[in-house]
């Protein structure tokens, strides 16, 4: 898995993103433009996060 903004594993990130570097992200899962992800967030393997969204502490998502 990723964490905050590795991008070593197909992990994109948005520059305009901010991601908590607690948060962690699997393979392949894009961000999008000015997207929050809070403290302890998981993201799942080809989770694709349009722009805009907030996703707060302790979430699991794909």
Same mark, same amino acid.
């Given at each position: 898995?990723?964490?905050?903004?590795?991008?070593?594993? &197909?992990?994109? %990130?948005? =520059?305009? @993103?901010?991601?908590? =570097?607690?948060?962690?992200?699997?393979?392949?899962?894009?961000?999008? =433009?000015? #997207?929050?992800?809070?403290?302890?967030?998981?993201? &799942? @393997? &080809?989770? +694709? %996060? &349009?722009?805009?969204?907030? %996703?707060? +502490?302790?979430? #699991?998502?794909?």
């Amino acid at each position: 898995m990723a964490t905050g903004r590795d991008n070593n594993s &197909g992990v994109q %990130i948005h =520059p305009t @993103a901010v991601v908590h =570097p607690t948060a962690e992200l699997d393979h392949n899962v894009e961000v999008g =433009p000015y #997207t929050v992800i809070g403290e302890s967030v998981n993201i &799942g @393997a &080809g989770t +694709k %996060i &349009g722009s805009h969204a907030v %996703i707060d +502490k302790w979430t #699991t998502i794909g």
